[in-house]
């Protein structure tokens, strides 16, 4: 019993902000590598940004400096903080999670064994 929700997508204007959440139910998470992933129609999954258990950070080059990726365990959620937003930052977001060694770094899709349903963010020009 894992468990994973994403929340916070919407329509937002280009150079606005949206902060997605992830929330982990049925089992704990806090030490899990989380990891955060997009897709739009007709495109392969797009590894966006991970978090460890131990609150190391990774994110694509096409993200860095606009999202960041944070994690409170007490509350056994994964934020994604995206500022700066681009329409090609359209797509529906997934977060996904594979217990792993605490500082494993994961940025390939089918490395993430659960999966939540995913968010839509539409980001308008």
């Known amino acids: 019993q894992v468990q994973l929700v994403e929340s916070g997508g919407g329509l937002v204007q280009a150079g606005g902000s949206l902060r997605l959440s992830c929330a982990a139910s049925?089992?704990?998470?806090?030490?899990?590598?989380m990891g955060w992933f997009r897709q739009a129609p007709g495109k392969e999954r797009e590894f966006v940004a991970t978090i460890t258990g131990s609150g190391s950070t990774y994110l694509a080059d096409s993200v860095k400096g606009r999202f960041t990726i944070s994690r409170d365990n007490d509350k056994n959620t994964v934020y994604l903080q995206m500022n700066s937003l681009k329409p090609e930052d359209t797509a529906v977001y997934y977060c996904a999670t594979e217990r792993v060694a605490t500082y494993t770094i994961l940025v390939v899709a089918t490395q993430y064994s659960v999966w939540g349903q995913g968010t839509q963010v539409t980001v308008s020009s």
């Open positions: 049925g089992r704990t998470f806090n030490m899990y590598t």
